[in-house]
Each structure stands twice: as structure tokens, then as C-alpha cells.
């Protein structure tokens, strides 16, 4: 009889056991399962990480596009334009009889100057060619646009009111050239910016050629 209760015992004792067991297995499995949904969760946020660094690139990819070729043609085209104008003004200072005209080249210079770095960083981050120091498009020349090298020659050796005279006619030229590319700018552009610095060319440039008109007495 004690033998039998001994053995009714150990059967119980090794049913609760195995429970135990079981139960411990699905705990066990359950911590599996909620590490394995961690992982899917950090699986997610690697998911929504990449999708939003993707947008944010293709954001600044955006930006980066909104230019257009007219863009890239007014910079290009202003560079050596502005370039030419600063060296006209630079004669100015020993060959200007005038004291209002070397006070005009020194405003051109001033302004245009630094509008030739702003439109060099335009091109730079483009990632388009910024015009070599010298090069100038001939094809600029049959638009009234630029000076020809007989015409900067010409103005190299006058001097006096000679030099006022030619100064101011060829300058005006010079300008209504600018202002006819900032307007083509304006109507065919993309960026905001160039758009904006075209504006400011006009109404400048516009102003110049008035006062320019009232030196030769023109009106």
C-alpha cells in the first residue's frame, strides 16, 4: 500500500514536471516571438528610415533642378559680359576727363563685380562651366551686346573727352545688351534667384543708360 502511494507520488510529481516544462517552453516561445516582433519593429524603422532619407533626397534633388537652360545661358552669358564692362570701367580712372563718368565706371565696377561671383557659384553648383577669364562668345557681338576688339581698342587709346564720348556711347550699348539677355531671363528662367538678380539688372542698368543719355544730352 506505501509502495503504491510512493508511486502515485512520483506519477504526480513528474505530471507537474512536464507541465512546468510546457509552460516554460511556451513562455520561452513567447519571449522568441517578442524578440522576433522587435526585430520585425526595428526592421520597420530601418524601412520608414530609408523612405524618409529617400524623399529627403529626392527634396533636394528637387531644388537642385530648379534651373533650366535659360538659367544656365544667362550666367554664362552675363559672366563675360559683366567681365567686359568692368574692364571698360577700369579705363575710365587715367583716360576720363569727366568727373561723372568716372564716378558711373566706379559704380559699374562696383556693382558688376561682385554679381560676376554670384553668377560664377550659380554655375558651380550646377554643376555647369563658368566661363574662363578672357573667353568671350563672338556670336554676342551681332546682338549689340558686346564690345568687338576694334571697339575696346579704340576706347584703350582715347582719352579726354574723347574717352567721355565714346565711353558713354559704347556703354550704353553695352547695357541695353544686358538688358534685353535679363529680360529673356526673366521670360524664360526657372530660378527664382537668377530671375530676381535679372530684375535688378534692368532697373539698374535702365537707370544707368538714362543718366548716360543726359551726359552725351541725349535728353
Request: charged share 20%; with cysteine.
Amino acid at each position: 500500500m506505501i509502495c503504491k502511494r510512493s508511486l502515485v507520488r512520483r506519477t504526480a510529481v513528474v505530471t507537474v514536471a512536464g507541465a512546468a516544462a510546457l509552460v516554460l517552453a511556451a513562455c520561452g516561445g513567447d519571449s522568441d516571438n517578442g524578440d522576433a516582433s522587435g526585430h520585425d519593429g526595428h526592421g520597420a524603422g530601418s524601412s520608414s528610415a530609408s523612405a524618409s532619407a529617400s524623399a529627403s533626397a529626392s527634396a533636394s534633388a528637387s531644388v537642385q533642378e530648379k534651373h533650366n537652360r535659360a538659367d544656365v545661358a544667362f550666367a554664362q552669358g552675363m559672366i563675360p559680359h559683366h567681365r567686359q564692362a568692368v574692364e571698360m570701367a577700369d579705363l575710365a580712372e587715367g583716360r576720363a576727363r569727366s568727373a561723372e563718368v568716372k564716378e558711373l565706371a566706379a559704380g559699374i565696377k562696383k556693382a558688376q563685380g561682385p554679381e560676376i561671383k554670384t553668377l560664377s557659384g550659380w554655375l558651380t553648383s550646377w554643376g555647369e562651366d563658368v566661363p574662363a577669364e578672357g573667353g568671350m562668345d563672338h556670336s554676342m557681338h551681332d546682338t549689340g551686346a558686346m564690345m568687338t576688339d576694334e571697339e575696346m581698342t579704340e576706347l584703350e587709346n582715347a582719352a579726354g573727352t574723347a574717352f567721355d564720348t565714346a565711353f558713354l556711347k559704347l556703354m550704353i550699348r553695352h547695357h541695353e545688351g544686358a538688358v534685353a539677355m535679363a529680360k529673356t531671363e526673366q521670360a524664360d528662367g526657372m530660378s527664382a534667384a537668377a530671375m530676381k538678380l535679372a530684375g535688378r539688372i534692368i532697373t539698374a542698368q535702365s537707370t544707368e543708360i538714362d543718366r548716360m543719355n543726359k551726359l552725351l544730352g541725349r535728353s
